[in-house]
């Protein structure tokens, strides 16, 4: 399994940005993609997460209603959508996998994913 992140870059107080991972290599849906972002001084914080096969996904109190996570299934390709960007959202952004997810999303922590993207970068100012 491969994750690939794009879409991170410079951007402008109040700004957006649309953050993109494909990930390759599962056959089937049963697994959960997750947008975590770290920065200097911070814990890493899981942002959202979605579940392939079914779509139920999970937004982060502090960033619910600015961010907005959805997929193309059958790209394998997951979004996360920033709105209304402040400084205190710079970050490396990064997208996990947790495999072998049946129904939902179950990691409670980053050490439950099994496959990590090298992340982007998204720096507001």
Request: hydrophobic share 30%; with cysteine.
């Amino acid at each position: 399994v491969q994750l690939v992140e794009s879409g991170g870059g410079s951007v402008q107080d109040g700004g957006s940005l649309k953050l993109s991972c494909v990930a390759s290599g599962y056959a089937t849906g049963h697994y959960c993609i997750a947008w975590f972002r770290l920065s200097p001084g911070k814990e890493r914080e899981e942002v959202a997460h979605i579940h392939a096969r079914s779509g139920r996904s999970y937004v982060g109190d502090s960033v619910k209603g600015r961010f907005t996570i959805s997929q193309d299934y059958a790209k394998s390709e997951v979004y996360l959508q920033m709105n209304s960007l402040n400084p205190d959202d710079t970050a490396v952004y990064t997208c996990a996998a947790d495999s072998m997810q049946w129904t939902g999303c179950s990691a409670t922590s980053p050490g439950d994913y099994d496959y990590w993207g090298p992340g982007t970068q998204v720096t507001v100012s």
